[in-house]
């Protein structure tokens, strides 16, 4: 069965993600291609090694280690299928494939827009590392408009940088009117696109540059980092394979073997784990110990419109504002007391999570206290929903009215 990736764009998700990059009958027979390892790569002649671009930067050129192998192609090629674009490069972690487009795109001298609620980490390497080498950064509020944007750009603006929705605070962003004022402007779209994972395209929206930390849903047990930078053309390829192998980034073939097998059952977990994490949601929505959620999917959800124009469906990760009358004490207590959700950070495994996010969350262009409350993230896992309702009801029990 070859892998004709434009025969299959036409099939469901899960019927994609069940047959992109298999080996067909070339591993042995065996469903599953193996883990290649590997530094040098052997040439029969001096003159096939002549030959090759050593930068291999083209197609699945097999060249030296650091430009990847079989498990890293079929593994680039699988998530490039999945966010609908041309060509992915695989990094070591999900900020590292925030790093690298950022670095890839902006030098001294140029000017970054980044939302707001952007991930706490990509905030850290634009105010140290960026602001160091002399990339001046402007956060901007993530719910702005295309007349509000256009304000903010300047000659030197090159990149808008995008993450829909925001991080801890759940805001939607207009990415194809933002994109339109940012192309007008000659700057790049780059998204951090995590949370939308495949129902959000990136590509039919105006976004340049997508960024998965495919940690999450993709490799989704919890047990592998890992991060993508997908594009959809040559140029943009170049630059950002350019920044990326430069650097020196490189992914573990067996950590990228582990995503493929994630990869396979992502379609039935983020069905299973939309509609758990919505009733969970739904149920908050309901209890008097709640000033509000935020969840995207939510019709009570400021953006809520902007979910139904651009998203297909929602992952299970989502925050709840608690009334003001509690403390972060209580609620800090409240979540100790749980027994089935795990307090961490990440998210996008089996098992369910609860962190308390207030006093975590950094803002300068917008301010957290608009949230009204005390704040818990909660990610759903596969548990079932009634036992993790339960185990939630004793947990607002303990708080009292
Ligand atoms: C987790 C996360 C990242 C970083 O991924 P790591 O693999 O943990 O480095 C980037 N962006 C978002 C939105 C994330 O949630």
């Not at 509000?148 to 993450?163: D, H, I, S």
């Not at 950070?345 to 009204?372: C, K």
């Amino acid at each position: 069965m070859p892998d004709d990736l434009h025969a299959k764009s036409s099939k469901g998700f899960g019927t994609r993600v069940t047959h992109v990059s298999r080996p067909g009958t070339r591993s042995h027979g065996f469903v599953n291609g193996p883990v290649y390892r590997g530094s040098t790569v052997l040439y029969p002649s001096c003159e096939a090694r002549g030959s090759i671009n050593a930068a291999g930067f083209e197609k699945h050129a097999l060249t030296y280690g650091t430009s990847g192998g079989p498990t890293h192609f079929a593994l680039e090629d699988a998530i490039a299928e999945v966010e609908g674009g041309t060509r992915t490069l695989i990094v070591g972690t999900g900020l590292a494939a925030c790093a690298v487009p950022l670095l890839a795109y902006l030098k001294a001298g140029d000017h970054c827009l980044i939302p707001d609620a952007a991930y706490g980490p990509t905030r850290r390497l634009a105010d140290g590392l960026m602001a160091g080498w002399g990339i001046e950064t402007t956060y901007y509020d993530p719910t702005i408009d295309a007349e509000g944007l256009r304000a903010l750009m300047r000659p030197n603006t090159k990149v808008l940088y995008t993450e829909s929705p925001g991080s801890h605070t759940f805001e939607l962003q207009d990415i194809p009117a933002l994109a339109e004022v940012a192309h007008a402007a000659g700057a790049k779209v780059l998204m951090d696109n995590t949370w939308g994972i495949h129902h959000f395209q990136p590509f039919r929206h105006g976004v340049d540059v997508s960024i998965q930390a495919l940690t999450k849903y993709v490799g989704g047990h919890s047990d592998v980092l890992l991060g993508s930078v997908t594009v959809n053309n040559e140029e943009d390829w170049h630059t950002v394979a350019r920044a990326g192998r430069f650097m020196g980034h490189y992914a573990s073939p067996d950590d990228c073997w582990l995503a493929l097998r994630g990869l396979r059952t992502m379609a039935v977990r983020l069905k299973h784990q939309e509609a758990a994490g919505l009733e969970v949601a739904r149920w908050f929505e309901g209890r008097p110990e709640v000033l509000r959620v935020l969840h995207p999917a939510l019709p009570s959800h400021p953006q809520h419109a902007l979910f139904r124009r651009d998203f297909t469906g929602a992952c299970s990760l989502f925050g709840v504002v608690f009334q003001p009358r509690y403390t972060q004490r209580q609620l800090d207590a409240m979540v100790d007391g749980l027994k089935l959700f795990g307090i961490g950070a990440s998210w996008g495994g089996f098992e369910s999570l609860a962190l308390p996010t207030t006093g975590y969350i950094t803002r300068t262009a917008t301010s957290t206290e608009l949230l009204g409350g005390p704040t818990v993230r909660f990610h759903i896992g596969l548990e079932d929903t009634a036992d993790l309702i339960a185990d939630l009801e004793a947990g607002l029990a303990s708080l009292g009215r």
